[in-house]
């Protein structure tokens, strides 16, 4: 896969390109420390957030996912690869949350027994990183803790993320909830699941569309910001 | 199973196979183990009583029955050569006359532990992730606190001067006024108008400082002359409370490297405070000495003291100290603030120390760069 080029910073794609492949046998490995010293490396040569979310990470993980798939790595490397892959998140937090703010709120979250969450995640970061207060609920968020949030933050946009294409039931049930509560409130949904299908359940429903990629909601960011 | 195949499968689980296998006599001790358990366990298994290896045995517990039950696995801890206890699923058999332990790695427990670590991490990131936001907001909102006071008090400060300069010119012409009271009001328009003005440089000083705006000019400078001329500014106010201001010099010839005009700050908001702060017929001693490579000034009174437990709160805006001025005096709430701000960009140290009826000393310390 090629790297997009990178607006910001148009040598970061390839940057990104040079380590990858060291960057995913230090994943593999479990090598924590070896893959946050590659992303800081990354972070001080300016590559964009954007870059190191869609062409590092999500690259990776996508990978490290097809390989459990075909049995080639165990669980465990999996789980590894997920909780590396946080940890270096976290090392762009001082960028994410720099922006300046544009008085607008989404609020993040992934349906219930949803357990992979950095999908998720990105989406809020992305929000942040466009000026917008991007709350983010975590993995597995009960229907009641969401809507409370809802109620208290009055978000401009909801947004849900699947990953597991048999949590679809417990997406809708969010949808269907939101939706009964909080008529006028604009949902997104989006993430690995929808590429078995279920699009048109969850937008079967008003004011929900789905997202089929970052680039995609980064357009819908800028155009309603 | 044929006979090669048979012993294919006996090589591999002596060998190779990740299953604990020890072969045990009727007194307990471990007569023979497979590889696996003599890497996992260490050397020197032979010999060692079960007790020794399994953590939670019991010597009371009935290898006879272990072996009736052998349909159920025993969860069982066993030490491991690395210290660390390890958990299997034991079933033990006959064979001949020992009993021989089979066991197999919690994989469901160790699943189990590996999900709960996953969900820990999640959360501690997602949890890292609201903090930086929450911290960002803070930033965000102290930054628009501090442009709205700088704006407060730069609009402020104009009028405020224009009035203190009119009631100061009306002052010069008190011997004009119709009646002698208005003499009193104007000064009490003076002195209140200076006070508030007071404020608002501290207020407008603390601002600045917070945005990070404090520049040192720092310069190497005698900085004897400075503790003499601002103790000799001090005197005066000390005298007219009937307070003798006393400076002890044990300062060495060479210049120090320090912001000559926000030192004196310091010097003046502690004198000050020490004046205030004292009666009649008391003492007021500002030392100053180097000790190893530190330049140390005290300014030392012997005013009521400050209770032990509102120490903590000296260096903060607007501190709630419960010991009041001798002649009522007032103070913006801000100087020790600010003092400490300054002392801190000079990559100083202030404190105090006091003892309630016996005084209070205030010091800082400068590092002697020259």
């Not at chain 1, 937090?93 to 995640?121: D, L, Y």
């Not at chain 1, 989406?123 to 968020?141: I, K, P, Q, S």
């Not at chain 2, 104007?186 to 200076?194: P, Q």
Request: hydrophobic share 45%.
């Amino acid at each position: 896969m090629v790297a997009p080029a990178d607006p910001s910073n148009p040598t970061g794609g390839s940057l990104v390109d040079s380590i990858y492949d060291v960057y995913l046998k230090a994943l593999l490995a479990g090598k924590r420390a070896a893959c946050l010293a590659m992303v800081q490396e990354l972070i001080q040569e300016e590559v964009s957030l954007k870059t190191i979310y869609l062409d590092l990470f999500q690259r990776s993980l996508y990978q490290v996912g097809e390989l459990w798939e075909r049995n080639r790595v165990s669980v465990a490397v999996e789980h590894m690869a997920t909780a590396i892959t946080e940890n270096a998140m976290g090392l762009l937090h001082p960028i994410i949350f720099a922006a300046e703010h544009c008085g607008r709120k989404t609020i993040v979250s992934c349906a219930a027994n949803e357990f992979h969450q950095i999908g998720g995640k990105m989406v809020a970061d992305f929000f942040e990183l466009h000026g917008w207060d991007g709350y983010f609920l975590g993995a597995n968020t009960p229907v009641r803790d969401l809507l409370g949030l809802v109620q208290e933050q009055n978000p401009d946009l909801l947004c849900l993320s699947l990953t597991i294409q048999a949590n679809l039931p417990n997406l809708i049930r969010h949808i269907e909830t939101a939706r009964a509560s909080f008529s006028r409130l604009d949902i997104l949904v989006g993430g690995q699941a929808f590429r078995w299908g279920g699009r048109e359940a969850a937008e079967r429903f008003p004011a929900v569309a789905y997202v089929e990629s970052l680039d995609r909601l980064e357009e819908i960011i800028r155009g309603s910001t | 199973m044929r006979k090669p195949m048979k012993n294919l499968l006996l090589d591999y689980l002596d060998r190779h196979a990740s299953l604990l296998l020890l072969e045990i006599a009727a007194d307990g001790t471990i007569r023979g183990a497979n590889n696996y358990a003599r890497q996992l366990l260490g050397d020197g298994l032979k010999g060692k009583r079960l007790g020794d290896v399994f953590l939670d045995f019991r010597e009371d517990l009935d290898l006879a029955r272990l072996v009736e039950e052998r349909r159920k696995p025993h969860l069982i801890n066993v030490a491991t050569a690395h210290g660390l206890p390890q958990t299997f699923h034991f079933r033990f058999y006959p064979l001949e006359n020992h009993v021989v332990a089979i066991g197999e790695m919690n994989s469901i427990e160790v699943e189990n532990l590996r999900r709960e670590l996953v969900q820990v991490n999640n959360e501690l990131n997602n949890l890292t992730r609201r903090l930086h936001k929450k911290n960002a907001e803070l930033t965000r909102l102290n930054e628009l606190k501090n442009d709205f006071l700088g704006m407060a008090a730069h609009d402020l400060r104009n009028p405020l001067s224009a009035i203190i300069g009119y009631g100061e010119f009306l002052l010069m012409e008190a011997g004009k006024l119709s009646r002698p009271e208005h003499a009193e009001l104007l000064k009490d328009i003076c002195s209140l108008s200076r006070f508030m003005l007071a404020i608002i440089n501290d207020l407008l000083d603390v601002t600045a400082i917070e945005m990070g705006k404090l520049v040192l000019k720092l310069r190497p400078d005698d900085f004897s002359a400075l503790l003499r001329k601002t103790v000799k500014m001090n005197r005066i106010f000390a005298e007219k409370k009937g307070i003798a201001l006393v400076l002890e010099d044990r300062l060495p010839p060479e210049k120090v490297c320090f912001d000559a005009g926000r030192v004196n700050q310091v010097l003046n908001n502690l004198i000050s405070n020490a004046i205030k702060f004292s009666g009649a017929g008391t003492r007021v001693t500002v030392t100053a000495a180097v000790d190893r490579e530190r330049l140390i000034v005290s300014v030392h009174d012997q005013g009521p003291g400050i209770p032990a437990e509102e120490m903590s709160q000296l260096f903060v805006p607007f501190p709630k100290i419960s010991v009041k001025a001798s002649e009522k005096e007032k103070g913006t709430g801000l100087g020790l603030a600010i003092s400490q701000k300054i002392i801190a960009a000079h990559k100083g140290r202030i404190w105090a120390e006091s003892e309630k009826g016996k005084g209070s000393t205030f010091f800082f310390s400068l590092p002697l760069q020259t």
